[in-house]
């Protein structure tokens, strides 16, 4: 408990120092930082890497299952009556068969001697005679083979001999399970990147709206103060005032709404990082359009993709699945052995030790045939599951490349309307000094200009999604680091 404590602050701490020593030196966090605090203090990861080191330990204890058996066994036993032999059922049996070999035997002897046998008369004395002396010393009591009451404590062991194939497939189960976390680990990895670069690129789209629209609150006040002055020298009409500061309103209102979608961001990004929601991490930078082309994928590229691997690792899951299922018609063999510790009370019919062999065979059983069955769709389920995954990732990437292109013209076209919309702001702005435009017709300029800015901007952080989409899609999120330097 004490050491989970200490565990926890440790991490609590560490955490907090990084945030801090970032905050502290206005640092601007990196992509690639992100990417390496979350390695270390997703929530998620952290649970998949738990996950397979509970794997791991039970591999290593199916590993074991070929050991023997070894228990104290003890017991104690209350009987309604002890346990006897009922001697009177075979009494006449006894003592006649007894008295009958008497009278062979000495009928043999006598022939032996003189070639005749006994006188009848004789022979009938020996019998009578014998069966007197039997019957008076046979018991006329049933002895007792145990106590009414009786304490056992023994070691018993059990050894498995064969099994029907059933530890090995229990291992390879195992083992398979152990394949599925790890794959997983990485799967969850991957996707923590994946996540981290939508999340860092949105609040780097955030920050390029955050400031233009500053520019815009900035131009709008000049334009305001510019036309309070007209009103004031009676060359503009008061309404023409009302009008600019009625957009500025709207403008600093979606100013503040920007920041406060911004903070949420940096919230979830936390989440993300697996540090406190709180942490103040500095991303400063904007969403900049810089064209990339990466290079065309690899042939078969999906083959290594997680999500791939963790689909076909699923076949060599049904596979021992399907293994373990025709074990059940194969019999089991141990080696039994016990030696009773406890020995002074023991019943007369239970031994001081003994081993032997055991076998299990279950001969009929309406169910094997029905889950070998089971089994084998379950096997091909899973290819064709791995099938759906590899095609999936190939659609992935494909339709990420031509949104890519797609948004590349949108791109263009934007930046070229932006410019243009700038030289007619500036040129509203020029007449408006000579008063051959009014302040209206300078709020208007600015409005398109911002909502084409806007436009241009939502194009590039568009276009970077789809960069990010084709990354993760050949299973390489983390390469879209390099491009965001």
């Known amino acids: 408990m004490f050491k989970e404590i200490h565990t926890y602050k440790s991490y609590v701490l560490l955490c907090g120092l990084v945030v801090c020593g970032l905050a502290a030196n206005a640092q601007n966090t990196s992509l690639e930082d992100c990417f390496n605090l979350a390695q270390q ?50 009494r006449d049996g006894v003592v006649n068969g007894s008295s009958q070999q008497s009278v062979n035997t000495a009928n043999e002897v006598f022939k032996e001697i003189t070639g005749t046998p006994l006188p009848q008369s004789v022979q009938d004395r ?38 029907g194939y059933k530890l090995d497939a229990a291992g390879n189960l195992a083992e398979s399970l152990v394949k599925s976390a790890d794959i ?10 994946f996540l981290i670069s939508l999340q860092y690129l949105r609040i780097l789209y955030l920050n390029t709206l955050l400031q233009e629209q500053q520019t815009m609150v900035n131009a709008l006040t000049k334009n305001k103060a510019y036309a309070q002055e007209l009103v004031k020298n009676q060359i503009l009409a008061p309404y023409q005032k009302s009008w600019t500061n009625v957009v500025l309103i709207q403008a600093e209102s979606q100013f503040n709404n920007i920041k406060l979608e911004q903070e949420n961001a940096k919230v979830e990004l936390n989440k993300l990082l697996g540090i406190p929601l709180d942490s103040n991490i500095v991303i400063a930078d904007t969403l900049k359009y810089r064209q990339i082309t990466p290079a065309a994928p690899k042939e078969d590229f999906w083959v290594s993709n997680p999500i791939y691997r963790l689909a076909g690792s699923k076949i060599n899951y049904a596979k021992t699945a399907e293994k373990i299922s025709k074990s059940f018609s194969l019999p089991n063999i141990f080696a039994i052995g016990n030696y009773n510790l406890y020995q002074k009370d023991l019943p007369v019919t239970m031994p001081d030790w003994f081993i032997g062999v055991e076998m299990q065979w279950s001969l009929f059983n309406g169910q094997t045939r029905k889950r070998t069955q089971a089994a084998k769709k379950l096997v091909d389920e899973a290819k064709l599951g791995e099938q759906s995954a590899g095609l999936a990732l190939q659609v992935q990437s494909t339709v990420a490349r031509n949104k890519m ?60 999604l789809a960069v990010a989409a084709y990354f993760n899609s050949i299973g390489t999120p983390k390469e879209l680091a390099q491009y965001l330097k």
């Open 41 to 90: 203090n997703n929530l998620s990861l952290r649970q998949a890497k738990s996950s397979l080191a509970s794997g791991e330990a039970n591999l290593k204890a199916e590993k074991k299952s070929y050991l023997p058996k070894v228990d104290l066994l003890s017991s104690y036993t209350y009987m309604s009556s002890p346990l006897t032999i009922n001697l009177q059922q075979a």
């Open 405 to 464: 292109k797609s948004l590349q013209n949108d791109v263009y076209a934007l930046d070229n309307a932006r410019k243009e919309a700038h030289t007619t702001s500036t040129l509203i702005g020029e007449r408006m000094k000579n008063q051959l435009s009014s302040p209206k017709d300078v709020n208007d300029a600015l409005l398109v200009e911002t909502e084409i800015d806007k436009g241009y901007h939502t194009a590039v952080f568009g276009y970077y």
């Open 184 to 193: 997983n680990v990485d799967l969850v990895g991957k996707e923590i990147e």
């Open 126 to 163: 020996i019998y009578n005679t014998s069966k007197n002396v039997i019957g008076a010393i046979y018991p006329d009591y049933n002895p007792s083979l145990s106590r009414q009451s009786y304490f056992v404590a023994g070691v018993g062991f059990r050894q498995p001999i064969f099994l």
